[in-house]
């Protein structure tokens, strides 16, 4: 597998309940990214991961908002106690050392979350 | 305001039109990069240009950093190329990519 692999790739849940996303990079990418989209709208900024360090987070991530990257391999967003806002879809991208400035961005297919 | 403006928002083209989309932003950045999205969500990575001109069989993406505006362009359209273009920034004040809101094209046979 070459490419960004997210999973589940759809999931539906009732309000209030947890979700988990997991997200694989490309193999030699250290760089994760994590980013939602709303319907008609572009992608908004999340997270970035550099290795395993979070070295930044949107003010869009709430305190119900978790996301990891222990082994600095694959990364896992968390929601807790889900709001129908939450419904979105959420991308994950990873590039390579040289970073988005210099190199490619690579999406994963992106996991659609609906709250009922 | 938003940091990255897409214009148009919509484009419906006849195959074979030549289709520009246009891409303004108000920051410092240190590359542009043109996605492609299809329905269901999957992005790919067109081009990133920090300067000048990139061709890419027909597609053809120039930037004016002096002028902060970026534009796509696409020869020949046809019907497999209907998806919404996003143009995204990378600034040069932080690490992230911000993205403009997308056109959706639509190109009829």
């Known amino acids: 597998d070459t490419g960004v692999s997210q999973n589940p790739r759809h999931k539906i849940t009732k309000r209030g309940q947890n979700v988990t996303f997991r997200c694989d990079p490309i193999s030699e990418h250290n760089r994760l990214y994590w980013y939602r989209q709303t319907l008609g709208q572009g992608p908004e900024f999340l997270t970035y991961f550099q290795n395993e360090a979070q070295l930044e987070k949107s003010r869009l991530l709430s305190d119900r908002f978790s996301a990891e990257r222990p082994k600095g391999s694959f990364s896992t967003l968390e929601i807790q106690r889900t709001e129908q806002g939450d419904s979105a879809m959420y991308l994950c991208a990873s590039s390579s050392p040289a970073g988005p400035s210099t190199g490619e961005l690579f999406f994963g297919e992106g996991s659609r979350l609906t709250v009922l | 305001k938003n940091e990255v403006e897409q214009s148009p928002q919509n484009l419906t083209a006849q195959e074979g039109e030549f289709i520009t989309i246009n891409c303004s932003y108000s920051v410092g950045i240190s590359a542009l990069h043109w996605l492609q999205q299809h329905p269901g969500g999957g992005i790919v990575s067109l081009f990133m240009l920090s300067s000048g001109k990139k061709k890419h069989g027909r597609l053809i993406a120039t930037i004016n950093i002096q002028e902060k505006h970026s534009s796509l362009h696409i020869t020949a359209s046809h019907p497999r190329d209907s998806a919404v273009y996003i143009c995204?920034?990378?600034?040069?004040?932080?690490?992230?990519?911000?993205f403009g809101e997308g056109t959706q094209l639509t190109v009829n046979p």
């Open positions: 995204a920034v990378f600034e040069t004040s932080g690490s992230r990519l911000t």
